[in-house]
């Protein structure tokens, strides 16, 4: 009976409509001119200087979240981008492709400019993340950069932090990489101890090179390169001459960015001035060939 009172109700529409009823007070009879146009749908696109409870490399609208940075974090939000150009007009750029590689140095030189300085001398990391495929393909083209702190120059991965790291490397910083008690197992390095530098320490940070030209297959070949670019550092930053008795002054170790990390574009290697037959008990810096002997 109720399907048939309502089938009835709506065959009785265009009877009424046509038959000139009398129109409510206050109405024009008009159905369309009054209505507002609809707004055109916003496409998704993060926030910046937000701080994020989780590391992701995908973003998506429905999960997106973000919190107060006096709060516990594990990323922050420093620049958000847009791909343009012919970077824009294909598939979403993958790990290798030049758009990928663009994006990342500019990540890389805001983050500096939110930091006071270069992330790579520091308990920092710099990850890229892209909206999901179906975004892309609905029109998102923007790129998220995003700093989190990490537990050590071993272990580079995120861990919860309170409060921005807006100024972070300015000035005397806790971040920054100083001396380190390396500890080995054999002839290999299991992992490196901060210590103060006033401390016997075995190690000291001295410095970041860019590697420019090569494959991630060829720089994993050649580490005798990487070994003198590293030694050219030590030279400078103990101020000791760069020739054939700087290595009975010291050695070197050096950390390279991840596969992953080299493939977007990030060629930051971190070098290390490492004494392993004798300990220091201060830093290295502009110690000169007395400071850092021949032995």
């Known amino acids: 009976m109720r399907r048939w009172l309502a089938a009835l109700a709506l065959a009785g529409v265009p009877v009424l409509l046509l038959s000139g009823c009398v129109r409510p007070g206050g109405t024009d009879g008009n159905l369309t001119n009054d209505w507002p146009a609809l707004r055109a749908p916003a496409m998704f696109v993060p926030a910046t200087d937000a701080c994020l409870p989780r590391v992701t490399a995908i973003v998506q609208a429905s999960t997106y979240e973000i919190v107060d940075c006096a709060r516990n974090h594990l990323a922050e ?16 750029p993958e790990p290798g492709s030049t758009a990928l590689r663009t994006a990342r140095a500019e990540c890389d030189q805001r983050a500096r400019l939110v930091l006071g300085g270069d992330w790579h001398v520091a308990r920092l990391t710099l ?48 971040l920054v990489h100083r001396c380190f008690d390396p500890k080995l197992i054999g002839n290999s390095l299991n992992y490196m101890a901060p210590v103060l530098c006033t401390e016997p320490h075995g190690a000291e940070f001295v410095g970041v090179y860019i590697e420019e ?25 103990a101020d000791v001459p760069n020739n054939a008795e700087l290595p009975y002054r010291a050695g070197s170790i050096f950390y390279p960015p991840s596969q992953r990390e080299w493939e977007e574009g990030d060629r930051g290697v971190r070098c290390i001035l490492w004494s392993d037959d004798r300990k220091l008990t201060g830093s290295m810096r502009g110690v000169g060939p007395q400071g850092l002997p021949v032995t």
């Not at 939000?77 to 979403?92: L, S």
């Not at 909206?131 to 991965?157: H, K, M, Q, Y």
């Open 127 to 174: 990850n890229i993340a892209l909206p999901s495929v179906a975004a892309w393909n609905g029109g998102a083209r923007w790129f998220r950069c995003d700093l989190s702190e990490t537990d050590s120059i071993d272990n580079t991965r995120p861990v919860n932090r309170t409060g921005s790291l807006r100024g972070a490397l300015i000035g005397d910083s806790p």
């Open 77 to 92: 939000t420093v620049y958000v981008g847009t791909f343009a150009g012919p970077a824009a007009k294909g598939p979403r």
């Open 213 to 237: 030209n090569m494959t991630w297959e060829q720089f994993t070949d050649s580490a005798g390169q990487a070994h003198q670019r590293c030694m050219e550092l030590i030279a400078t930053f």
